[in-house]
């Protein structure tokens, strides 16, 4: 069967209203706002307010990228939402997008932490590219201020609340661009996971488990580490499948989870930094929502532009992390 062609039409994102920066954490947990920016880059993050949920960021952010897109709704015949922080535990919060945008055909959730949209991506990539779907809408969807233990500052300072959500379509053009042609489309994407490392970064509660929702713990340093290496080493074999190097592509679209993460990994395959759309500091590490929410901010603040080549890479627990290569 001939693959069809997946190309991204629009972005969109959303951040909730109330913000905390870390002046205001430094009120509740034993912390500095010079130590928040020195080790990670964070100046403030985003709080849903009661009562305002994951979909409801996540149909703000999905509308945004609709409009984007010139299209509504019933044009959208697949929604794939990646989320560790869902309404309920059942169902997909990707069905409450799908009823209140009207989308058709089928709606799901993916689960893979902070490397969620990518996994997302690659899903709806498959669908499209098989002709299961003609137009997917991808989500990132987070409020990750429900799971924090907001005694524990080694973790609390770090996270976030938001959204950000593209749009994708297959078209009956023949097989992945090449890079060369300088046409835009999905090249490729790149997935992978351990599960030997499942404890350094998890939630301490789940539905089977402990019948609790459980908070964030994390073994930093050792995330940190696992972090750089295996970021780099995922965004440079993408790179070779395609015959391309770090100094090929125009912006790195990186997980917004430590700005000394983002640096050190850039180096390694070789773009500097003045090609990096970086908003960590704005928003703090969103989990599954920070790679689709900085690539909407770099595509409305002007600095991606049509025809760009992107690298999108990111990594969370499982350990699970992945890549992507696109032309806008
Ligand atoms: O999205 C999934 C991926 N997640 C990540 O990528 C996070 C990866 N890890 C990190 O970003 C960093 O490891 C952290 C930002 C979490 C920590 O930075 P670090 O440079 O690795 O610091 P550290 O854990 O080695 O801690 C250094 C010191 C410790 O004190 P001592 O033992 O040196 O006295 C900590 O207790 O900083 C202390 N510390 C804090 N101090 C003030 C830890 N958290 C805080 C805090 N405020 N919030």
Not at 6 to 29: C, F, M
Not at 42 to 55: D, L, P, Q
Not at 245 to 259: F, L, M, R, T, Y
Request: net charge negative; with cysteine.
């Amino acid at each position: 069967m001939t693959e069809r062609r997946v190309v991204a039409l629009g972005s969109g994102s959303y951040l909730p209203e109330k913000i905390l920066t870390n002046e205001e954490l430094s009120k509740i947990v034993d912390t500095t706002d010079d130590w928040i920016r020195e080790r990670t880059g964070i100046r403030k993050r985003h709080i849903a307010a009661e009562g305002e949920f994951t979909s409801h960021l996540a149909i703000k952010a999905a509308e945004r990228a609709l409009e984007a897109s010139g299209l509504t709704g019933p044009d959208i015949d697949l929604i794939v939402l990646a989320t560790t922080t869902p309404d309920n535990t059942f169902p997909a919060t990707a069905t409450r997008v799908q009823a209140a945008l009207k989308t058709k055909g089928f709606a799901f959730d993916v689960q893979s932490v902070c490397s969620g949209f990518l996994y997302a991506l690659s899903v709806a990539d498959a669908f499209l590219a098989r002709g299961q779907a003609k137009r997917a809408l991808v989500i990132g969807a987070e409020t990750y201020s429900r799971i924090l233990d907001w005694t524990e500052r080694e973790t609390c300072v770090l996270f976030g609340d938001g959204a950000g959500a593209v749009v994708l379509e297959g078209r009956e053009a023949v097989g992945a661009p090449t890079a060369a042609s300088g046409e835009p489309g999905i090249f490729g994407t790149l997935l992978r996971s351990d599960g030997n490392f499942y404890d350094i970064l998890y939630v301490d509660g789940g539905v089977s488990s402990t019948q609790t929702t459980g908070h964030l713990r994390m073994k930093g340093r050792e995330v940190f580490r696992h972090a750089v290496e295996k970021l780099s080493s995922v965004g440079e074999d993408l790179l070779a499948r395609h015959g391309l190097k770090g100094e090929d592509v125009d912006w790195i679209v990186p997980h917004q989870a430590n700005s000394r993460i983002i640096d050190s990994t850039a180096r390694r395959i070789g773009a500097s930094m003045d090609k990096v759309i970086l908003t960590v500091a704005e928003h703090g590490n969103t989990s599954a929502a920070s790679v689709p929410l900085a690539l909407d901010w770099g595509v409305r603040s002007g600095k991606i532009r049509k025809g760009d080549l992107l690298l999108l890479e990111a990594m969370g627990g499982g350990l699970s992390w992945g890549a992507a290569l696109l032309r806008w």
